[in-house]
């Protein structure tokens, strides 16, 4: 439909004759003036769109995931535009910047349901919020390309500038570089959208159908969003060198860690979206899935998982296992024994799917086995099975083929794996152990020290009624934790202190507590268990900064003061090394009496100040620097620490 054609159909619809008076049907000149002047409008409209169609072509180009390259934002694997659209419709809090005031408010943004109007809450208005037409958009800018002044350069990455009428503009800052693609490719979406409609149907003049609550004091409700994040704090032996004291990731600060996983010299951590981090590994980096064997200091994205949303993650001391959302498994690092569950490769640095027909809930790993949970409960086991931690008798050292266990009707619920031996959870509430038994780590209550290739059950539970909820595995000991809150621990514990050194635990002994526990990990020769109300308590051997409490302290059971007052939500050990997720939260300066940064005590003269980003307790000089930290409601700049202005989380 040309323009004359929709200006008359328009005219029709708007000046009918029934509803003119007889003396304007006299002057038919004047409807002739009216329609040519309609006729103008409507060509001057088709013209705006033209020209933005063109413009839209030039900045929009499709990939073959039908995603728009806008401006160099490549992370389009993540989202569809009309996924992006969506999320859009359910709302997001971005700045709206002000060009001519001094003061720029958040505000919640929305795109109507129908995909013409973008919407935002005003403190001006009580129930509807401003809003403009989607038809009404003439250029979108993104990025630098805004030429915005923020007083932080960095910040114009994340800035959308929308001109719409005659010299209006809407000017928008993200929070975080994801939330940036998502607003643009929603707002191209909705263009195009809008382009395509144009051409059946005409704008008309309409109000807002949805109401947008207004969003007047809006730090308290992100900063309450940002207590929802998870921050990874580790310590411990890691690449040669010790850490005594949790200190936090600083790279994966606001990245929402939700999963993590310790290996004897590496770490992996997984965010909300999915995505898998990883870092370390020495002599062994192969495990990082990188596609390189050099040491990764810091944490890096798995690039070749980075279409895959990962929901598992296993270390053992040279391999790792990934679990992803559609129930694969991925294996990387080295095969020497078959480990990863791949015939066809000695090592390889890129996750590599193991082939199999079941869909998987679960993986393990031990120091050199693994293990895969099916949907039906039956358990997979491959690797090094010297040690009979395979469950059954073998003479090869490397079996890379996955063989189910033989449990008769029983299922298994979990697993876990230590140096060479395994234990399992049935669906019965019982517990199994088999593999090697040179320390008592099967906990059978028999001093004999041969291995057993027999899955065995635990009979100390059942004889004392004892609910077992969850298993740990350490390289020579193995603990558990009951229903009630008690924590049971056996096997070679004898750097631990709880018993007179070399001695073995050959029956599960019941750990004295101040409260409750929730969770049981084991590392090589040192321990960690989380209260129930919230409390770490570490012991055992402290080389490399094992237990967290500092250089020179006993090997009895104490709190991690570094973590007191943290809302602790899980907690893993590996060789000698250990880590957490906190909810995100500044560090209490009462426990505080280094700087994170320079390790230099505090003093008179030496002031303590919250980094705003990571929450850590520097000194002035390790935390001058400033930055905008909208993610957490702070629009001027704060202070933060040289760690995280270096890492540009902001």
């Known amino acids: 439909m040309n323009a004359h054609n929709l200006a008359v159909c328009w005219g029709q619809n708007l000046i009918r004759p029934e509803t003119l008076s007889p003396t304007t049907l006299a002057h038919t000149s004047n409807v002739n003036k009216i329609t040519e002047a309609m ?65 720029n408010h958040f505000r ?39 030429l915005l002044k923020l007083d932080d350069g960095k910040l114009a990455q994340y800035a959308i500038s929308l001109r719409y009428g005659r010299k209006s503009n809407l000017d928008l800052v993200c ?24 051409s059946t149907r005409p704008s008309k003049a309409s109000s807002i159908h949805a109401p947008v609550t207004a969003i007047v004091d809006i730090t308290k409700e992100l900063q309450s969003e940002a207590a929802k994040l998870g921050d990874l704090y580790t310590w411990g032996a890691t690449l040669g ?78 391999h790792c296992l990934i679990l992803d959302y559609n129930g694969y498994v991925y294996a990387c690092g080295d095969n020497k024994y078959g480990q990863l569950g791949l015939t066809h490769v000695s090592t390889t640095n890129q996750p590599t799917k ?42 090869e050292l490397s079996n890379a083929t996955p063989k189910r266990l033989e449990l008769g009707w029983e299922r298994v619920v979990s697993c876990v794996m230590g140096k060479m031996h395994t234990m399992i959870l049935l669906d019965d509430g019982s517990v199994r152990s088999f593999g090697g038994a040179g320390f008592g780590q099967l906990g059978l209550g028999t001093e004999d020290l041969s291995q057993r290739a027999e899955p065995k059950e635990i009979a100390f539970f059942r004889e004392n009624n004892v609910n077992v909820i969850q298993l740990a595995a350490g390289g020579r000991s193995s603990g558990c934790v009951t229903h009630d809150g008690s924590v049971y621990i056996w096997g070679d514990i004898s750097s631990t202190g709880l018993v007179s050194y070399g001695c073995f635990q050959f029956v599960p002994l019941k750990l004295t507590l101040d409260g409750p526990g929730s969770k049981l990990c084991l590392g090589e020769d040192h321990a960690l268990v989380l209260l ?50 906190c909810a995100h939260e500044w560090t209490n300066p009462a426990v505080v009496t280094n700087c994170a940064g320079c390790k230099q005590p505090f003093s008179k003269f030496r002031q303590k100040y919250n980094c705003c980003n990571c929450g850590g307790i520097f000194c002035d000089k390790c935390s001058k620097k400033k930055a905008v930290l909208l993610r957490f409601g702070h629009v001027d700049p704060v202070r933060v620490c040289d760690e995280c202005h270096k890492a540009q989380l902001y």
Not at 114 to 143: A, F, P, Q
Not at 175 to 197: G, N
Not at 354 to 379: A, K, M, P, V
Request: glycine fraction near 10%; charge should be positive; proline fraction near 2%.
């Open 241 to 318: 060198k010790a850490k005594y004291i949790p200190s936090i990731i600083n790279k994966l600060v606001n990245v929402d860690i939700i999963e993590f996983a310790v290996g004897s010299n590496a770490y992996a951590a997984i965010n909300s979206n999915g995505q898998l981090y990883t870092w370390g590994g020495g002599k062994s980096s192969d495990l990082l899935g990188h596609r390189t064997a050099d040491t990764v200091q810091s944490p890096q994205l798995v690039t070749a998982l980075a279409n895959t949303k990962v929901t598992r993650v296993a270390m053992g001391a040279k």
């Open 39 to 103: 006729i103008q409008h409507v060509e001057e409209i088709f013209s705006d769109f033209t020209d933005l169609e063109t413009e839209v072509s030039q900045m929009f180009s499709k990939n073959k995931k039908g995603t728009f390259d806008i401006f160099g934002v490549k992370s389009g694997d993540k989202f569809s535009p009309s996924e992006c659209a969506m999320k859009l419709v359910d709302g997001i809090i971005m700045l709206k910047y002000s060009r001519r005031r001094a003061t």
């Open 175 to 198: 929070k975080t570089q994801e939330e940036h693609f998502i607003v643009s490719q929603a707002l191209a979406y909705c263009i195009m959208e809008a382009k395509s409609k144009f």
């Open 532 to 581: 129930q109300n919230g409390e770490v308590l570490s012991f055992g051997n402290n080389e490399g900064g094992a237990l967290g409490r500092g250089e020179n302290v006993p090997n009895t059971k104490a709190p991690v003061s570094m973590l007191v007052d943290k809302k602790i939500r899980a907690i893993a050990c590996g060789g000698r090394s250990s880590a957490c997720i």
């Open 354 to 395: 193991i082939t199999q027909d079941d869909r998987f809930i679960d993986i393990f790993c031990g120091y050199s086995h693994s293990g895969l949970l099916t949907t039906e409960g039956d358990l997979l086991l491959f690797g090094r099975g010297d040690k009979d931690q395979l469950g059954y008798t073998t003479a």
């Open 108 to 146: 919640l943004f929305k795109m109507t349901h129908n995909l013409e109007y973008l919407v935002w809450g005003s403190h001006k208005k009580d129930v509807y919020g401003s809003s403009i037409s989607i038809r009404d958009i003439k250029v979108m800018t993104c990025g630098v390309d805004t």
